[in-house]
C-alpha cells in the first residue's frame, strides 16, 4: 500500500484560506469515505481534526473543513492563524481492515 | 480518557522490543488499538491495529511476520511486539484509538509516542 500524496508545503498569509490536497486510489480515498486528517506539531502526538471526510469532532475550530472528490480528498483552513503553522496529515481506511496514511504537508504562516 | 505509552528502548539490531499502551477513561475492549510510527523527520506510517475484546488483528503487509499485537482487558492494556529490528525501525511508536466498522474508522485519541532506537 503506497502512502497517500500530499504537497510537501503550502504557505500562506494570516487571514487567507489554504487548501491541501490528498491523493490517493480507488482501492482507498476512491472507495470510502473514511478519510481523516490531522495536525502534528513538532515532538507531539498527531491530533484528529476531520473524520469521514467531512466531520470534525468536539472542539475542532470550523475554519478546518475537509471535501472529498474521486480519489482526491481536501483539507482548507480558512482564516489562517499562526497557531496553524505546523505538518498535515491525512489517512484513508484502505480496506481489509488496513489504513494508509499520506506524505505530509507543512502549513507555514507567512 | 488517555493512552499512556511505556517508556524510550534502545535495542541492537536483530532484538526484539514490545511496547505498551495503557488506556484509561474508556471502555478500552470495544475499541480497536491501532499503532502507528514516525521515524526521524518523517512521516506517519501505520503498522497495525488489535481489538482487545476479540483478539482480532491485522498489519500491513511489509510488518506482516514480524509484528505481533496483544491486548489484556484485565489491564486496560495493549503490546506491539516487533521482531528482527534493523536500524530504519528507528521511530517514535505511537498508539492510537481507533472507531471500528460502522463507526467511522478514524483514530481520535493518541499516546504520546514511544521512542524505539535500534543500533549496535
Known amino acids: 500500500q503506497s502512502a497517500l500524496t500530499q504537497p510537501a508545503s503550502v504557505s500562506g498569509s494570516p487571514g487567507q484560506s489554504v487548501t491541501i490536497t490528498c491523493t490517493g486510489t480507488?482501492?482507498?480515498?476512491?472507495?470510502?469515505?473514511?478519510v481523516s486528517w490531522f495536525q502534528q506539531h513538532p515532538d507531539m502526538a498527531p491530533k484528529l481534526l476531520i473524520h469521514?471526510?467531512?466531520k470534525r469532532p468536539s472542539g475542532i475550530s470550523p475554519r478546518f473543513s475537509g471535501t472529498k472528490s474521486g480519489n482526491t480528498a481536501s483539507l482548507t483552513i480558512s482564516g489562517l492563524q499562526a497557531e496553524d503553522e505546523s505538518v498535515y496529515y491525512c489517512c484513508s481506511y484502505a480496506g481489509r481492515s488496513m489504513y494508509v496514511f499520506g506524505t505530509g504537508t507543512k502549513v507555514t504562516v507567512l | 480518557e488517555q493512552l499512556v505509552q511505556s517508556g524510550a528502548e534502545a535495542k541492537q539490531p536483530g532484538a526484539s522490543v514490545k511496547v505498551s499502551c495503557k488506556g484509561s477513561g474508556y471502555r478500552f475492549g470495544i475499541y480497536d488499538v491501532n499503532w502507528v510510527r514516525q521515524a526521524p523527520g518523517r512521516g506517519l506510517e501505520w503498522i497495525g491495529w488489535?481489538?482487545?475484546?476479540?483478539?482480532?488483528?491485522g498489519f500491513a503487509r511489509k510488518f506482516q511476520g514480524r509484528v505481533s499485537m496483544t491486548g489484556d482487558t484485565a489491564t486496560n492494556t495493549a503490546y506491539m511486539e516487533m521482531s528482527s529490528l534493523r536500524s530504519e525501525d528507528t521511530a517514535v511508536y505511537f498508539c492510537?484509538?481507533?472507531?471500528?466498522?460502522?463507526?467511522?474508522?478514524?483514530?481520535?485519541?493518541w499516546g504520546r509516542g514511544t521512542l524505539v532506537s535500534v543500533s549496535s
Open positions: 488489535m481489538n482487545p475484546n476479540s483478539g482480532n488483528s
Open positions: 480507488s482501492s482507498d480515498i476512491g472507495d470510502y469515505n473514511l
Open positions: 469521514e471526510v467531512t
Open positions: 492510537a484509538r481507533g472507531w471500528p466498522e460502522g463507526y467511522g474508522r478514524f483514530f481520535d485519541l
